[in-house]
């Protein structure tokens, strides 16, 4: 007969939540607000099937940015999202900035599913309304050091590179809802237009308490030319 004293059932594996609330500072940065739906396991099974989409989008005022980032399966079924606070200096309009840092929220919370659910390779479409923030993922590009917001540009190609994922790009229109009526759009607009009200409606939620929290320095980086060469709108 088993004791069930001298062999308890084996712990549960950590949680999503639990993954990122264990992260060092150089990756919680990025997160302010998170939203893990159902323990990102809807997110986890897209990775394997190659359904699986992240789109983020940016509001700037009064030099003070915050973006939100979705990641979603084939549909919007057990979503998850994340919000975040723009480290400075940011200039208003400074749309790549922005976006840079939305991207790196959901690729911090994409490292915690990732580990979560013992992903080993899988792929996502990286889905953005600014170009520039889309390079990162070409097979050729490495970061510059002299380039505009090589900080954070370095930490997003840095958590792209880690993770064991394959990428591919989406250049997604922004404010068309502006031109189109909303049974007209795509599913993409649709979702960029909601992060894009999401990331609004956080500047205003968030903007006292995180003036106090943003950070004052920028998030650590790697240095310049230590991966070498790759070869795989606000």
């Known amino acids: 007969v088993t004791n069930p004293i001298a062999n308890p059932p084996l712990p549960p594996a950590d949680t999503v939540q639990d993954i990122i609330n264990s992260f060092p ?5 990025a997160i302010y ?3 893990i739906s159902a323990n990102g396991i809807a997110i986890a099974a897209a990775l394997l099937t190659g359904d699986a989409i992240i789109l983020s989008d940016a509001s700037c005022k009064n030099q003070f940015g915050t973006s939100a980032v979705a990641l979603e399966g084939a549909t919007a079924v057990q979503r998850c999202l994340g919000i975040t606070i723009v480290p400075g200096p940011i200039q208003d309009g400074d749309s790549y900035r922005c976006e840079l840092t939305g991207l790196i929220c959901g690729f911090v919370i994409l490292k915690a599913i990732c580990q979560a659910h013992s992903i080993e390779s899988g792929s996502i479409k990286v889905i953005c309304d600014n170009i520039n923030t889309l390079r990162v993922f ?10 505009e917001s090589f900080d954070l540009v370095t930490s997003l190609y840095s958590l792209a590179k880690e993770l064991p994922l394959t990428y591919t790009t989406e250049h997604v229109k922004g404010h068309a809802i502006k ?3 909303p049974s007209k759009l795509t599913r993409y607009e649709l979702l960029n237009d ?7 409606g956080s500047g205003t939620t968030y903007l ?3 003036i106090q929290w943003r950070p004052q320095s920028f998030p650590p980086t790697r240095k310049a030319g230590q991966y070498g060469t790759t070869t795989t709108n606000c």
């Open 138 to 147: 070409e097979p050729a590009f490495v970061p510059e050091p002299t380039a």
């Open 33 to 35: 607000k998170s939203n």
């Open 208 to 210: 006292a308490p995180a």
């Open 179 to 181: 031109h189109k009526p």
């Open 25 to 29: 500072p150089d990756l919680k940065w």
């Open 194 to 200: 909601k992060m894009d009200n999401t990331a609004k």
